[in-house]
Protein backbone atom coordinates (compact mmCIF):
# COMPACT_ATOMS: atom_id res chain seq x y z
CA UNK A 1 0.00 0.00 0.00
CA UNK A 2 2.96 2.41 0.92
CA UNK A 3 4.88 2.15 -2.51
CA UNK A 4 1.22 2.65 -4.34
CA UNK A 5 0.85 6.10 -2.11
CA UNK A 6 4.14 6.91 -3.06
CA UNK A 7 3.71 6.13 -6.64
CA UNK A 8 0.56 8.44 -6.64
CA UNK A 9 1.75 11.12 -4.73
CA UNK A 10 4.82 11.17 -7.43
CA UNK A 11 2.50 11.31 -9.95
CA UNK A 12 0.69 14.11 -8.62
CA UNK A 13 4.03 15.82 -8.92
CA UNK A 14 3.10 16.34 -12.71
CA UNK A 15 0.11 17.67 -12.66
CA UNK A 16 1.60 20.03 -9.78
CA UNK A 17 4.38 21.35 -12.75
CA UNK A 18 2.03 21.75 -15.25
CA UNK A 19 -0.25 23.85 -13.53
CA UNK A 20 2.62 25.97 -12.64
CA UNK A 21 4.09 26.37 -15.98
CA UNK A 22 1.02 26.96 -17.25
CA UNK A 23 0.59 29.69 -14.35
CA UNK A 24 3.60 31.10 -15.62
CA UNK A 25 3.25 31.08 -19.20
CA UNK A 26 -0.09 32.82 -18.79
CA UNK A 27 1.58 35.55 -17.28
CA UNK A 28 4.36 35.81 -20.16
CA UNK A 29 7.11 34.74 -18.50
CA UNK A 30 7.93 32.59 -22.13
CA UNK A 31 6.31 31.28 -24.46
CA UNK A 32 4.82 27.62 -24.60
CA UNK A 33 1.06 27.56 -27.02
CA UNK A 34 1.13 23.31 -25.90
CA UNK A 35 0.89 23.50 -21.80
CA UNK A 36 -2.49 24.39 -22.09
CA UNK A 37 -3.74 21.02 -23.80
CA UNK A 38 -2.59 19.23 -20.86
CA UNK A 39 -4.48 21.28 -18.02
CA UNK A 40 -7.80 23.07 -18.08
CA UNK A 41 -7.27 26.46 -16.28
CA UNK A 42 -4.27 28.11 -14.52
CA UNK A 43 -4.27 28.36 -11.04
CA UNK A 44 -2.06 31.57 -9.82
CA UNK A 45 0.78 30.89 -8.24
CA UNK A 46 3.39 33.30 -5.91
CA UNK A 47 5.92 35.51 -7.77
CA UNK A 48 9.13 33.26 -6.40
CA UNK A 49 7.04 29.74 -7.98
CA UNK A 50 6.75 31.68 -11.45
CA UNK A 51 10.33 33.13 -11.12
CA UNK A 52 11.73 29.70 -10.09
CA UNK A 53 10.14 28.02 -12.64
CA UNK A 54 11.11 29.94 -15.30
CA UNK A 55 14.68 29.68 -14.62
CA UNK A 56 14.55 25.99 -14.32
CA UNK A 57 12.73 26.41 -17.95
CA UNK A 58 14.98 28.16 -19.25
CA UNK A 59 18.47 26.83 -17.69
CA UNK A 60 17.56 23.37 -18.71
CA UNK A 61 16.72 24.98 -22.60
CA UNK A 62 20.39 26.49 -22.77
CA UNK A 63 21.56 23.21 -22.62
CA UNK A 64 19.16 21.11 -24.58
CA UNK A 65 20.37 24.40 -27.25
CA UNK A 66 23.52 23.58 -26.57
CA UNK A 67 23.75 20.35 -27.22
CA UNK A 68 21.72 20.43 -30.88
CA UNK A 69 23.78 23.22 -31.25
CA UNK A 70 26.75 20.69 -31.22
CA UNK A 71 25.57 17.43 -33.03
CA UNK A 72 23.03 18.75 -35.04
CA UNK A 73 19.50 17.56 -35.56
CA UNK A 74 20.77 13.88 -35.93
CA UNK A 75 20.78 12.77 -32.76
CA UNK A 76 18.19 11.19 -30.03
CA UNK A 77 16.76 12.96 -26.79
CA UNK A 78 15.40 10.72 -24.10
CA UNK A 79 13.00 12.53 -21.09
CA UNK A 80 13.26 9.97 -18.22
CA UNK A 81 10.04 10.87 -16.31
CA UNK A 82 8.60 13.38 -19.21
CA UNK A 83 5.36 14.26 -17.52
CA UNK A 84 3.44 16.54 -19.49
CA UNK A 85 6.12 17.97 -20.59
CA UNK A 86 5.44 19.89 -24.51
CA UNK A 87 9.51 20.02 -25.68
CA UNK A 88 9.05 17.99 -28.63
CA UNK A 89 6.56 20.37 -30.01
CA UNK A 90 8.38 23.46 -28.86
CA UNK A 91 11.52 22.37 -30.75
CA UNK A 92 9.61 21.89 -33.84
CA UNK A 93 8.76 25.39 -34.05
CA UNK A 94 12.11 26.21 -33.59
CA UNK A 95 13.28 24.30 -36.97
CA UNK A 96 14.93 21.42 -34.66
CA UNK A 97 13.43 18.10 -35.38
CA UNK A 98 16.05 15.65 -34.49
CA UNK A 99 16.10 11.74 -35.50
CA UNK A 100 14.54 10.02 -32.31
CA UNK A 101 12.87 11.67 -29.59
CA UNK A 102 11.77 9.82 -26.82
CA UNK A 103 9.40 10.67 -23.63
CA UNK A 104 8.83 7.74 -20.69
CA UNK A 105 7.10 7.44 -17.57
CA UNK A 106 4.48 5.76 -15.47
CA UNK A 107 1.76 3.77 -17.35
CA UNK A 108 -0.59 6.17 -15.52
CA UNK A 109 1.00 8.90 -16.39
CA UNK A 110 1.79 8.72 -20.47
CA UNK A 111 -1.82 6.90 -20.82
CA UNK A 112 -3.44 10.71 -20.02
CA UNK A 113 -0.95 11.94 -22.42
CA UNK A 114 -1.93 9.68 -25.35
CA UNK A 115 -5.45 10.83 -24.61
CA UNK A 116 -4.31 14.64 -24.73
CA UNK A 117 -2.49 14.41 -27.81
CA UNK A 118 -4.80 12.19 -29.59
CA UNK A 119 -7.42 15.11 -28.76
CA UNK A 120 -5.97 17.79 -30.18
CA UNK A 121 -4.81 18.15 -34.11
CA UNK A 122 -2.39 20.37 -33.32
CA UNK A 123 -0.13 17.72 -31.11
CA UNK A 124 -1.06 15.05 -33.11
CA UNK A 125 -0.78 16.15 -36.58
CA UNK A 126 3.21 16.79 -36.17
CA UNK A 127 3.69 13.30 -34.76
CA UNK A 128 3.03 12.00 -38.77
CA UNK A 129 5.51 12.80 -41.80
CA UNK A 130 4.29 11.07 -45.11
CA UNK A 131 2.06 8.39 -44.72
CA UNK A 132 3.37 7.21 -41.54
CA UNK A 133 0.52 7.61 -39.32
CA UNK A 134 1.11 7.94 -35.38
CA UNK A 135 -0.36 5.20 -33.58
CA UNK A 136 -1.56 4.68 -29.99
CA UNK A 137 -1.39 1.31 -27.86
CA UNK A 138 -2.47 1.39 -24.58
CA UNK A 139 -0.14 3.79 -22.69
CA UNK A 140 2.74 3.94 -25.62
CA UNK A 141 1.93 5.95 -28.73
CA UNK A 142 4.80 5.70 -31.45
CA UNK A 143 4.76 8.32 -34.20
CA UNK A 144 7.71 9.00 -37.05
CA UNK A 145 10.36 9.90 -34.85
CA UNK A 146 8.31 10.32 -31.70
CA UNK A 147 7.62 7.70 -29.22
CA UNK A 148 5.96 7.90 -25.71
CA UNK A 149 6.34 4.95 -24.10
CA UNK A 150 4.89 3.63 -20.15
CA UNK A 151 7.45 2.30 -17.52
CA UNK A 152 8.81 2.47 -14.20
CA UNK A 153 11.88 3.78 -14.76
CA UNK A 154 12.92 1.85 -11.70
CA UNK A 155 12.87 -1.67 -13.97
CA UNK A 156 16.08 -0.89 -15.96
CA UNK A 157 15.60 -4.04 -18.00
CA UNK A 158 12.28 -3.00 -19.15
CA UNK A 159 13.21 0.36 -19.66
CA UNK A 160 16.05 -1.06 -22.07
CA UNK A 161 13.32 -3.33 -24.24
CA UNK A 162 11.62 -0.61 -24.53
CA UNK A 163 14.34 1.61 -25.71
CA UNK A 164 15.20 -1.39 -27.81
CA UNK A 165 11.87 -1.35 -29.38
CA UNK A 166 11.64 2.58 -30.23
CA UNK A 167 15.13 2.02 -32.46
CA UNK A 168 17.38 3.90 -30.02
CA UNK A 169 21.07 3.88 -31.57
CA UNK A 170 24.06 3.52 -29.29
CA UNK A 171 26.08 5.38 -31.41
CA UNK A 172 23.59 8.50 -32.48
CA UNK A 173 24.80 11.45 -29.60
CA UNK A 174 21.89 11.56 -26.98
CA UNK A 175 20.72 13.76 -24.92
CA UNK A 176 19.24 12.27 -22.08
CA UNK A 177 16.92 14.56 -19.06
CA UNK A 178 15.87 14.19 -15.77
CA UNK A 179 13.61 17.02 -14.38
CA UNK A 180 12.99 16.53 -10.58
CA UNK A 181 13.00 12.24 -11.25
CA UNK A 182 15.72 10.61 -10.03
CA UNK A 183 15.15 11.76 -6.38
CA UNK A 184 11.97 9.69 -6.21
CA UNK A 185 13.86 6.26 -7.12
CA UNK A 186 16.10 4.32 -4.81
CA UNK A 187 19.72 4.78 -4.38
CA UNK A 188 20.46 1.56 -6.05
CA UNK A 189 18.20 2.02 -9.01
CA UNK A 190 19.69 5.48 -10.04
CA UNK A 191 22.98 3.41 -9.74
CA UNK A 192 21.86 0.94 -11.74
CA UNK A 193 19.90 3.51 -14.66
CA UNK A 194 22.71 5.67 -14.46
CA UNK A 195 25.38 2.81 -15.21
CA UNK A 196 23.84 0.86 -17.77
CA UNK A 197 23.13 4.26 -19.44
CA UNK A 198 26.80 5.42 -19.18
CA UNK A 199 28.07 2.13 -20.54
CA UNK A 200 24.95 2.11 -23.39
CA UNK A 201 26.31 5.44 -25.41
CA UNK A 202 29.24 6.62 -26.77
CA UNK A 203 28.78 10.22 -27.01
CA UNK A 204 25.91 11.48 -24.45
CA UNK A 205 25.33 14.39 -22.31
CA UNK A 206 22.54 13.83 -19.19
CA UNK A 207 20.45 17.42 -18.18
CA UNK A 208 19.45 16.59 -14.69
CA UNK A 209 17.21 19.09 -12.48
CA UNK A 210 16.62 18.40 -8.91
CA UNK A 211 16.55 19.22 -4.88
CA UNK A 212 19.54 20.21 -3.53
CA UNK A 213 21.38 21.82 0.01
CA UNK A 214 18.66 19.62 1.21
CA UNK A 215 20.59 19.34 5.10
CA UNK A 216 19.86 22.61 6.77
CA UNK A 217 16.52 24.00 7.97
CA UNK A 218 14.87 25.07 4.84
CA UNK A 219 15.22 21.78 2.82
CA UNK A 220 13.53 19.56 6.45
CA UNK A 221 10.91 22.29 5.48
CA UNK A 222 10.44 20.84 2.44
CA UNK A 223 10.88 17.50 3.20
CA UNK A 224 8.12 17.91 5.79
CA UNK A 225 5.81 19.13 3.11
CA UNK A 226 6.03 16.47 0.83
CA UNK A 227 6.01 13.51 3.17
CA UNK A 228 2.83 15.26 4.13
CA UNK A 229 1.70 14.52 0.64
CA UNK A 230 2.78 11.24 1.27
CA UNK A 231 5.85 11.87 -1.21
CA UNK A 232 9.81 10.73 -0.28
CA UNK A 233 12.19 11.19 -2.12
CA UNK A 234 14.64 8.08 -1.39
CA UNK A 235 18.20 9.71 -2.88
CA UNK A 236 17.82 12.44 -1.26
CA UNK A 237 21.29 11.64 0.17
CA UNK A 238 22.28 12.53 -3.41
CA UNK A 239 20.71 15.95 -3.47
CA UNK A 240 23.18 17.12 0.02
CA UNK A 241 25.19 19.39 -1.96
CA UNK A 242 26.21 19.98 -5.68
CA UNK A 243 29.66 17.87 -5.16
CA UNK A 244 26.99 14.76 -4.21
CA UNK A 245 25.15 15.43 -6.97
CA UNK A 246 28.46 15.46 -9.38
CA UNK A 247 29.82 12.13 -7.73
CA UNK A 248 26.55 10.17 -8.32
CA UNK A 249 27.12 10.20 -11.89
CA UNK A 250 31.07 9.32 -11.13
CA UNK A 251 30.43 6.66 -9.49
CA UNK A 252 28.31 5.55 -12.07
CA UNK A 253 30.72 5.75 -15.18
CA UNK A 254 30.56 9.23 -16.53
CA UNK A 255 33.30 10.55 -17.96
CA UNK A 256 32.66 14.16 -16.10
CA UNK A 257 30.21 15.54 -14.25
CA UNK A 258 29.27 19.41 -13.37
CA UNK A 259 26.53 20.91 -11.08
CA UNK A 260 25.20 24.94 -10.70
CA UNK A 261 22.51 25.59 -8.01
CA UNK A 262 19.49 27.66 -9.49
CA UNK A 263 20.96 30.97 -8.13
CA UNK A 264 23.50 30.69 -11.05
CA UNK A 265 21.51 29.36 -13.48
CA UNK A 266 19.23 32.63 -12.69
CA UNK A 267 22.17 35.06 -12.97
CA UNK A 268 23.42 33.66 -16.10
CA UNK A 269 20.47 35.38 -17.60
CA UNK A 270 21.02 38.00 -19.34
CA UNK A 271 19.87 41.38 -17.30
CA UNK A 272 17.97 42.09 -19.80
CA UNK A 273 16.00 39.63 -19.51
CA UNK A 274 15.83 39.38 -15.57
CA UNK A 275 14.65 42.94 -15.88
CA UNK A 276 11.68 41.85 -18.14
CA UNK A 277 10.45 39.26 -16.44
CA UNK A 278 11.17 40.99 -13.04
CA UNK A 279 8.48 43.07 -14.26
CA UNK A 280 5.67 40.74 -14.60
CA UNK A 281 5.05 40.62 -10.89
CA UNK A 282 5.77 42.60 -7.65
CA UNK A 283 7.86 40.23 -5.29
CA UNK A 284 8.06 41.42 -1.66
CA UNK A 285 10.12 38.71 -0.68
CA UNK A 286 13.27 38.35 -2.62
CA UNK A 287 14.73 36.46 0.62
CA UNK A 288 12.17 33.89 0.05
CA UNK A 289 13.50 33.07 -3.70
CA UNK A 290 16.72 32.98 -2.99
CA UNK A 291 16.16 30.33 -0.64
CA UNK A 292 14.55 28.31 -3.05
CA UNK A 293 16.85 29.24 -5.65
CA UNK A 294 19.36 27.88 -3.29
CA UNK A 295 17.39 24.59 -2.92
CA UNK A 296 17.52 23.33 -6.43
CA UNK A 297 20.29 22.98 -9.12
CA UNK A 298 20.72 21.78 -12.71
CA UNK A 299 23.64 19.04 -12.96
CA UNK A 300 25.24 17.62 -16.29
CA UNK A 301 26.93 14.62 -16.85
CA UNK A 302 28.77 13.65 -19.86
CA UNK A 303 30.27 10.26 -22.09
CA UNK A 304 32.80 11.75 -24.54
CA UNK A 305 34.73 14.73 -24.56
CA UNK A 306 32.67 16.14 -27.09
CA UNK A 307 30.62 17.58 -24.12
CA UNK A 308 33.00 18.24 -21.75
CA UNK A 309 32.76 22.01 -21.87
CA UNK A 310 29.39 22.42 -21.75
CA UNK A 311 28.46 25.52 -19.42
CA UNK A 312 25.23 27.00 -18.20
CA UNK A 313 26.93 30.39 -18.97
CA UNK A 314 26.67 31.62 -22.50
Not at 75 to 88: E, R, S, V
Not at 170 to 199: F, I, K, N, W
Not at 300 to 307: E, N, P, R, T
Amino acid sequence: MAAILQEEAIQATNDDATSCKLAAVSLGYWEDPYVSYFIRSPTRKPPEINRGYYARVKGVESLINKFIKKVGNNCQIINLGAGFDTLFWRLQDTGHSVANFIELDFPAVTSKKCICIQKNKNLFNRLKAGDAAAGCTGADLHGTGYHLLGVDLQSVDRLLEKLDQCGVQDGLPTLLLAECVLVYMRGEEVHRLLSCLARRFRAALFVSYEQVNMNDRFGDMMLTNLRARSCHLPSVAACRDLDSQRQRFLQAGWDGAKAWDMVEVYHSLTSSERRRIERLEFLDEQELLMQLLQHYCIAVAWKSDLFADVSIAD
